[in-house]
């Protein structure tokens, strides 16, 4: 089975940048989609963006964070990445990459894999 782990999460301030990473190991998906939900403290988990692991298109960004924030992957070292522009006070969550069979999806329970998460909180 898959493993997935998270980093580059911290602390910033309001309009900094992040750049979060995803490694993925184990067994893969041949046809698969990566993604990233966010969990903030009280809410219900969301999906944030999301790719085709094999070519790194078909990406798709919830309404939220289109335009301040970019998802890209390297295949070579199987990482996944979230780049995060002008943050926001509620970007603050735990970020969480996932990994499914077939097309990126925005339903936390399509995705099979989930990583432990990190931590990004944009103070104001």
């Known amino acids: 089975q898959a493993q997935l782990a998270e980093s580059g999460g911290g602390l910033v301030q309001t309009g900094d940048s992040l750049r979060l990473s995803c490694s993925i190991s184990?067994?893969?998906?041949?046809?698969?989609?990566m993604a990233w939900f966010r969990q903030a403290p009280g809410k219900q988990r969301e999906f944030v963006a999301g790719l085709r692991w094999w070519n790194g298109g078909d990406t798709r960004y919830a309404d939220s964070v289109r335009g301040r924030f970019t998802v890209s992957r390297d295949s070579d070292k199987k990482t996944m990445y979230l780049q995060m522009n002008s943050l926001k006070p509620e970007d603050t969550a735990v970020y969480y990459c996932v990994h499914r069979a077939g097309a990126p999806t925005t339903g936390s329970s399509d995705y099979k894999y989930w990583g432990q998460g990190t931590q990004v909180t944009v103070s104001s």
């Open positions: 184990g067994r893969t998906f041949t046809s698969s989609a």
